[in-house]
């Protein structure tokens, strides 16, 4: 079946520190993946996403991820973290570019000052 | 480009009522929408995918009797939460795909409702 881990619930980094949060996927296929992140009473807004070709995705607001095969993993990274970055991050995996989405529990991601 | 429009943003209504959440894609013709519920601190489950003009397909255990789904323009598709219980609150989101300005698939989420049953 189908799936996404996350497994980190919540993190809290440092304004400034690096910041890298989890995602492993379970899938028959070729994925697509993906990262959104939610604030508060918001919806979704796409970070970056993956399809094929370059495993190293740069995405918006400084983020990028690493796709990598072996490891079944697609782990989002920013080398300096704001205080503007606490939310939840989700990571979500389908077959196709554009379709419905399997979704991580998600990560909570607080900043300290 | 590719903007999706979710409303109400919140709503708060009587168990035992209905509530009809709309989803609308502003500036492309979304061929698909897609209907996502999620519970405080989890994730988003997909609850049904409706394609303009048919029926909605409905996830293995959403019943489809109480989130009536209808997506009867390339613009438009709502949820329908019928006869209300506390359990159903919930925020609900809403994705639309459809070529956007670029002629390339898009999928876009709606900001979500949030719905509160007393």
């Known amino acids: 079946a189908q799936s996404v881990t996350q497994p980190d619930i919540h993190i809290t980094v440092s304004e400034g520190a690096s910041l890298e949060l989890r995602c492993n996927y379970s899938?028959?296929?070729?994925?697509?993946l993906f990262w959104y992140v939610q604030s508060p009473g918001q919806g979704l807004q796409l970070l970056l996403k993956y399809f094929s070709g370059d495993t190293l995705v740069q995405g918006i607001k400084g983020f990028e991820a690493e796709f990598k095969r072996s490891q079944s993993s697609f782990n989002l990274r920013k080398p300096s973290v704001h205080w503007s970055d606490a939310a939840e991050y989700f990571c979500?995996?389908?077959?196709?570019?554009?379709?419905?989405?399997?979704f991580g529990k998600g990560t909570t991601l607080s900043v300290s000052s | 480009g590719a903007v999706v429009s979710q409303h109400p943003s919140w709503v708060i209504c009587k168990s035992g009522t209905s509530v009809k959440i709309e989803c609308r894609s502003l500036?492309?013709?979304?061929?698909?929408m897609f209907w996502y519920r999620q519970f405080p601190k989890q994730s988003l489950m997909l609850m049904a995918t409706s394609n303009e003009g048919s029926k909605a397909t409905y996830e293995q255990g959403v019943e489809k009797d109480k989130f009536l789904i209808n997506h009867a323009s390339l613009t438009l598709s709502t949820l329908t939460v019928t006869s209300a219980h506390p359990e159903d609150s919930s925020f609900y989101i809403c994705s639309a795909r459809g070529l956007g300005n670029s002629g390339a698939n898009v999928l876009t989420f709606g900001a979500g409702s949030r719905l509160t049953v007393l």
């Open positions: 979500a995996v389908s077959n196709q570019a554009v379709t419905a989405l399997i």
């Open positions: 899938y028959g296929a070729t994925p697509y």
């Open positions: 500036d492309f013709q979304a061929t698909t």
